[in-house]
T-cell receptor, first 116, second 112 residues
Framework: EAQVTQNPRYLITVTGKKLTVTCSQN?????MSWYRQDPGLGLRQIYY???????DKGDVPEGYKVSRKEKRNFPLILESPSPNQTSLYFC???????????????FGSGTQLSVL | RKEVEQDPGPFNVPEGATVAFNCTYS??????FFWYRQDCRKEPKLLMS???SGNEDGRFTAQLNRASQYISLLIRDSKLSDSATYLC?????????????FGAGTRLFVKA
């Protein structure tokens, strides 16, 4: 089944303790991205990747890192989480990087992160 | 000014009503446009892509006006199951790179 797998679904941690949220897609998609969703603000893009070893900042990259060593995986790393990073996170992918193609985004099921 | 703006609602409508959502975007170089539906704290799911010629899928009709930088979604004969948040999504290249921008969403409640 074609899907984006995101783990964990829920995560509670403490300030400063490094964590990684994993994202994997089995559709050979070129484009992958991370979003956070906060009440009243909608989804905001953290980082995106156009292909292996090609990553770029979105609108809210501060406090986050990503890597794209393989096409299928795009982990989100919080080196030193802070309470303002408490949020609902989504990973997404699309087939190509041609935005003119109207290709849809496939989403993971989300990670609810709480930083205490 | 937000890059993609939507009326947050909520829209409260009775079953069978017709409801329209609007969305404006600021980047004239935007290339592709979508409406997504999101149920509470779940992942967004594609409702439909939006084309300049307008497109229809059952009870749903989407329109794009590139000149006015405006996107609309019309839902006819609303069902209880249409209750959700509707997200306007715009993808394209701007000064910040290749971006996918979401509107904050319009909340719809359909009541019996």
């Amino acid at each position: 089944e074609a899907q984006v797998t995101q783990n964990p679904r829920y995560l509670i941690t403490v300030t400063g303790k490094k964590l990684t949220v994993t994202c994997s897609q089995n559709m050979n998609h070129e484009y992958m991205s991370w979003y956070r969703q906060d009440p009243g603000l909608g989804l905001r893009q953290i980082y995106y990747s156009m292909n292996v070893e090609v990553t770029d900042k979105g609108d809210v990259p501060e406090g986050y890192k990503v890597s794209r060593k393989e096409k299928r995986n795009f982990p989100l790393i919080l080196e030193s989480p802070s309470p303002n990073q408490t949020s609902l996170y989504f990973c997404a992918s699309s087939l190509s990087t041609s935005f003119a193609a109207n290709e849809k985004l496939f989403f993971g099921s989300g990670t609810q992160l709480s930083v205490l | 000014r937000k890059e993609v703006e939507q009326d947050p609602g909520p829209f409260n409508v009775p079953e069978g009503a017709t409801v329209a959502f609007n969305c404006t975007y600021s980047n004239s170089a935007s290339q592709s446009f979508f409406w997504y539906r999101q149920d509470c704290r779940k992942e967004p799911k594609l409702l439909m892509s939006v084309y300049s010629s307008g497109n229809e899928d059952g009870r749903f009709t989407a329109q794009l006006n590139r000149a006015s930088q405006y996107i609309s979604l019309l839902i006819r004969d609303s069902k209880l199951s249409d209750s959700a948040t509707y997200l306007c999504v715009v993808r394209g290249v701007n000064t910040g790179g290749f971006k996918t921008i979401f509107g904050a969403g319009t909340r719809l409640f359909v009541k019996a």
